[in-house]
């Protein structure tokens, strides 16, 4: 069956970095795209990221455009999301998704999430 588990997520201080990643399995990870969506306390799912099959196109929403990396090991079914110049409204629950269509925003399959806390 398909799996997704997020890990990296933590407290750190505005201004600092968090690698997110996503462990994938039971998909053939290296055809799908994949995209990064968060959700903070309170509020809706916003999608944060995405990238192609091959890693070549990447796409970011404006909010973290210039501060996030998305990239993907296609060898090791693992997805990246580097995070820098972190913000507080960074807060959320970050879930790794596998995207469905040509649409990055649309996912059949997300993970269970892990917990970045932007803090001072």
């Known amino acids: 069956q398909v799996q997704l588990v997020e890990s990296g997520g933590g407290l750190a201080q505005p201004g600092g970095s968090l690698r997110l990643s996503c462990a994938a399995s039971?998909?053939?990870?290296?055809?799908?795209?994949m995209s990064w969506v968060r959700q903070a306390p309170g509020k809706g799912l916003e999608w944060v990221s995405g990238?192609?099959?091959?890693?070549?196109?990447?796409y970011y929403a404006g909010s973290v455009k210039g501060r996030f990396t998305i990239s993907r090991d296609n060898a090791k079914n693992t997805l990246y999301l580097q995070m820098k110049s972190l913000k507080p409204e960074d807060t959320a629950t970050y879930y790794c998704?596998?995207?469905?269509?040509?649409?990055?925003?649309?996912?059949?399959?997300w993970g269970q999430g892990t917990q970045v806390t932007i803090s001072s």
């Open positions: 998704a596998r995207v469905r269509s040509a649409d990055l925003r649309e996912y059949d399959y």
């Open positions: 039971g998909f053939t990870f290296s055809v799908y795209a």
């Open positions: 990238i192609y099959s091959d890693g070549s196109s990447t």
